[in-house]
């Protein structure tokens, strides 16, 4: 809840002008410039529906926040913290939102479970090696969704069902979110590149799981062959 400008006004022993106790516009003498401008005048407004503060005479003028703080003569965010616990919070870094079976499948799991702190050190190594398997996941889930497009002429259900189920058995998530999103990535190029290659090596008539076996082999084959394929 925030604090109301006319109660801190009120708080602070700011002379309020009683004539306007019960307006739209609650005047105040401004404390900020209580010595340049004339004492008896009543500048300082307070809009207690908006909950702003304005003066007419120094310019200041804020939300019930900026008010606080200012009258506190406390920095903007210690205040916002005091009325919303530890205010914006820290963006957590990524290796450390992963769950408990992508930690499992890079190897990181156990030493999260038993080693918090050394896990914690090298959560920069974690995140590196998580982004190495969802490029290896995503350039072989792509390579076999371009390879199912072309081949799912006689029974196009079977190879979508086939492929669906595919992507539920990766922990990579959004699998085909990824896959359908416009934006251009690295295992996109691969994996067309290893789809176009698996095309000519495949009969109509192979069933997706074969599709899939190719893929996997050709992506074997390039590693071995020592291009960069498989890898970032
Ligand atoms: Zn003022």
């Known amino acids: 809840m925030l604090p109301q400008v006319v109660e801190l006004a009120e708080q602070n022993m700011l002379a309020i002008n009683p004539n306007t106790r019960d307006k739209k516009e609650v005047m105040a003498k401004c404390p900020f410039c209580a010595g340049e401008s004339k004492n008896d005048k009543f500048y300082l407004s307070l809009n207690p529906h908006k909950n702003v503060f304005k003066c007419w005479y120094c310019k200041k003028f804020g939300g019930a926040i900026q008010f606080e703080a200012l009258l506190e003569n406390e920095e903007y965010q210690t205040i916002y913290r005091k009325y919303f616990g530890k205010g914006k919070k820290k963006t957590k870094h990524p290796a450390l939102k992963l769950e408990p079976n992508q930690l499992r499948a890079i190897g990181w ?94 009969r109509t008539d192979d069933s997706p799981e074969n599709l899939f076996v190719n893929v996997l082999i050709l992506i074997e ?6 291009s960069k394929s498989a890898t970032v």
């Open 221 to 226: 084959l390039m590693r071995k062959n020592g």
């Open 109 to 202: 799991q156990q030493v999260k479970v038993q080693d918090y702190e050394t896990f914690k050190k090298k959560q920069n190594e974690v995140l590196r090696h998580w982004k190495i398997y969802e490029y290896e996941e995503m350039t072989k889930l792509y390579a076999v969704y371009l390879l199912v497009g072309y081949f799912d002429h006689g029974d196009p259900m079977r190879y979508q069902q086939w492929f669906i189920q595919k992507t539920n058995e990766t922990v990579v998530s959004d699998v085909i979110k990824k896959i359908k999103s416009s934006e251009s990535t690295k295992w996109k190029e691969k994996g067309t590149e290893i789809a176009r290659k698996v095309y000519k090596v495949t």
